[in-house]
Structure formats: C-alpha cells, structure tokens
Nanobody
Framework: QVQLVESGGGLVQAGGSLRLSCAASGSIFSITVMGWYRQAPGKQRELVARITSGGNTNYEDSVKGRFTISRDNAKNTVHLQMNSLKPEDTGVYYC?????????WGQGTQVTVSS
C-alpha cells in the first residue's frame, strides 16, 4: 500500500503563493502517477495537476501558468507550487497516487484565498 501525507496549506491573500507538499511512504516503487486534486465547498473533486514517473505533467486549464507540480523521487515527495492565487482556488487539496491499478489519497489540506 501507499500512504500519503500532505502539508503546506493555509490562508493567503489573492495574488499570493503557497507550496503544498505530499510525502509518500509504503510501496513507493509501484507509484506511476501522482497528482493533486481539490474540492471546493459544494463542488465535486477535480484534478488540478498530475505528474508521471517520467516527469510528464498535466494541468487543469484554470491553473496553467500559475501552478507547477514537481516530483522529488529521492525524497518520495510531490510539490505543488501555487502562484497568483485567486479566491476560486479555495478548497481542500488532496494528494493522490496511482499504483498497481489502485488509488491512494491523502487526508487533505485546506487552502483558503481571501479577496
């Protein structure tokens, strides 16, 4: 199994930056894709960004040019650098890992962007 622990959420003003981190443990060598999802109040969880073991990345359209996902394989950690934050980026951010055809989720970290 894979366990994920997120950190780095908080409260920031619009235009500010935050960096989220996700540390993976367990069967880390079986992980193929890691990503960040978010869920705003009253909305469905959506993909924000993901990165493959080979370093290929995908971003949700609204965060392109503002967010950057990166992967530190030596530390088994994935980061999400979020710049130029907007109030609509507010939500609970979840780390996700795909391994052996299964998904693992972190507990989530709250990001609140004030206007």
């Amino acid at each position: 199994q894979v366990q994920l622990v997120e950190s780095g959420g908080g409260l920031v003003q619009a235009g500010g930056s935050l960096r989220l981190s996700c540390a993976a443990s367990g069967s880390i060598f079986s992980i193929t894709v890691m990503g960040w999802y978010r869920q705003a109040p009253g909305k469905q969880r959506e993909l924000v960004a993901r990165i493959t073991s080979g370093g290929n990345t995908n971003y949700e359209d609204s965060v392109k040019g503002r967010f950057t996902i990166s992967r530190d394989n030596a530390k088994n950690t994935v980061h999400l650098q979020m710049n130029s934050l907007k109030p609509e980026d507010t939500g609970v951010y979840y780390c996700n890992a795909l391994y052996l055809g299964r998904f693992s989720w972190g507990q989530g970290t709250q990001v609140t962007v004030s206007s």
